[in-house]
């Protein structure tokens, strides 16, 4: 795995400097010589090469990855839950971001998840169905094919169905997610009937079928939305939730939509990064982060320097997120001034480059983790991408099925502030703007986000909670440095998130010598057990001629890269 060492960092400045007088705006009109996928599953991937060698496009893979991942990788994301879509269309070079983030139902309420005594009560936000917001992937696989798409809906979840009908194999990762939330799915034994088993484990090798889960998506491949959000699958959805003390309502189904909305761009030293903006935090939060870093000479610095003050850059960052941000159709957010230059000039001015900076000293808040979601890249041979970020929130989502659809209900109420400064299942903060409102999105950290250079085109994102944006930051940083995807899924990974006020760390991610050197500096350090995030990438170098893709070593996903006829596609 690759080190964040001195030698990258400082050829990331010698890049930058190089770069910054060719930096295009629009990026290039050429065309890739081949066609790329990288996603969280081999089988997801192939789906995904299946349908551009169908004649598809990338938004038709994109369906076909997305509801793929929903059948093998249920414990990250599913037509249960919701995500973004980014999305770059050659034809026209517009870059835009189908936004299918859930909502709150409408009987939300501020207060829904504390007792009598205002103590927040954790397990009602992270299970069962008064958990689930109101799913937005289905919306949003028919939004790609209607207005994006060039195939019918039906044709592009054809390789989901196969696989939800004819099962997958349990593997590793799968088998170590179910086990985390054997215990949850314990109370819901029809979840676990689905997901863990015969014996109720997920043994390694055994085989998962998901006969309600292919009726519906061959429902909503026919039907299109009224398939899911009405009729029989929407009324199954409403009983079920509303038998086992959820709030749903057939109105609430019938109200929701996905929004289409600008993405924010940052320019960084000659890197147009286009990435996602609020619901997400992640455009605000690497806007702030990467001006603050603008207003320092890195390249004399030493690596371990530079190290510190990119994680001052994103504590003050992650402190904007708990005060700021929230939905945009909800809360006015002030979006130029937080992503302006002149803003982070003022929260670079008391960045000590050799001292950490208490997360108490900065300006309080008042008064008022993971491997779960999942991300993949695609690249078709016109030069269309997609970069999506789609999630059920924790591990198996609110681990609730209601009966006779097979759709596992996400859990992403959670991801709302339920009470001021009380972290939710991440450890994040937040104050008013995140606070719970019937039909609002909760804000989220997820991250899809491209990158262009005059020459080069770059396509990632991961999982991961609020370290989301901290791991695409250190991926644009090695992708900066010159690097290739599979440096850029590899890349050592730390994250600090304003609070708690510690750098964490993935195991092994930082050297002794590292760690004793943040802790000089006034760092509190946490190592994590494990390592973490699932980034899958890819780069295509419009210079050479090239394409790459990669997937995260820490992961089981597959990217792969492959020529592909250029006529039959959009
Ligand atoms: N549920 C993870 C996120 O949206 O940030």
């Known amino acids: 795995m690759k080190q964040f060492s001195y030698v990258t960092v400082a050829a990331l400045f010698i890049y930058l400097n190089v770069h910054l007088a060719v930096a295009a705006a629009s990026g290039p009109a050429a065309q890739p010589p081949q066609a790329a996928v990288a996603s969280a599953h081999p089988a997801a991937t192939a789906a995904g090469r299946e349908i551009l060698e169908a004649g598809g496009n990338a938004f038709d893979a994109a369906i076909a990855v997305a509801a793929a991942l929903a059948v093998v990788e249920p414990y990250s994301s599913g037509i249960g839950g919701g995500g973004f879509f980014l999305l770059h269309r050659a034809a026209d070079g517009s870059n835009t971001m189908v936004d299918a983030r859930e909502k709150a139902p409408a009987a939300a309420t501020h207060d829904m998840y504390l007792d009598e005594r205002g103590e927040f009560i954790r397990d009602r936000s992270l299970n069962g169905p008064l958990a689930a917001g109101i799913p937005g992937t289905p919306a949003g696989l028919v939004y790609l094919a209607d207005h994006y798409g060039r195939l019918a809906l039906s044709e592009s979840l054809a390789p989901a169905i196969k ?162 941000l929230g939905d945009p159709d909800h809360v006015d957010i002030p979006l130029t001034r937080l992503v302006s230059p002149a803003y982070a000039k003022t929260l670079a001015a008391d960045l000590s480059t050799e001292r950490a900076t208490p997360s108490t000293d900065l300006r309080a808040i008042g008064p008022e983790k993971g491997e779960d979601t999942t991300h993949f890249s695609v690249l078709d041979s016109h030069g269309n991408r997609v970069a999506a970020t789609l999630s059920v929130n924790y591990p198996f989502g609110a681990v609730f099925v209601p009966a006779g659809t097979g759709v596992l209900l996400n859990n992403e109420m959670d991801d709302f502030s339920a009470r001021p400064m009380t972290p939710n299942a991440y450890g994040l903060v937040g104050v008013a703007a995140n606070a719970i409102a019937p039909g609002k999105r909760p804000l989220s950290s997820m991250t899809p986000t491209f990158l262009e250079t005059k020459d080069q085109i770059g396509i990632l994102g991961t999982p991961g909670g609020s370290r989301i944006i901290s791991m695409v930051m250190i991926g644009i940083l090695d992708f900066a440095s010159g690097n290739k995807p599979e440096s850029w899924v590899s890349a050592k990974r730390y994250h600090h998130q304003y609070l708690p006020d510690e750098v964490q760390f993935e195991r092994d991610g930082l050297t002794s010598d590292e760690q004793l050197d943040l802790k000089r500096r006034g760092h509190q350090l946490k190592e994590n057990s494990r390592n973490y995030g699932n980034m899958h990438a890819i780069l295509w170098d419009v210079a050479k001629q090239e394409v790459n893709a990669a997937s995260d070593p820490r992961g089981e996903g597959a990217a792969d890269v492959f020529d592909i006829a250029r006529a039959s596609q959009r």
């Open 163 to 324: 696989l939800a009908t004819n099962g997958f194999v349990v593997k590793a990762r799968y088998h170590r997610m179910a086990g985390f939330r054997q215990k949850a799915m314990a109370a819901y034994p029809a979840t676990a009937a689905i997901f863990l088993g015969d014996d109720g484990r997920a043994d390694l090798d055994e085989v998962i079928t998901q006969p309600d889960l292919a009726n519906t998506l061959r429902v909503l491949g026919k039907q299109g939305a009224a398939g899911f959000y009405a009729g029989e699958i929407g009324e199954r959805l409403v009983a079920g939730v509303r038998d086992q003390g959820g709030i749903w309502t057939q109105q609430d189904l019938d109200d929701y939509a996905v929004v289409e909305r600008e993405p924010i761009v940052i320019n960084y030293r000659g890197i147009r990064i286009i990435t996602a903006p609020p619901p997400s935090s992640g455009g605000v939060v690497m806007a702030e982060a990467f001006n603050i870093l603008s207003q320092f000479d890195l390249a004399p610095m030493t690596a371990k320097t530079r190290r510190h003050v990119v994680i001052e850059s994103m504590r003050r960052a992650y402190r904007d997120r708990a005060e700021y």
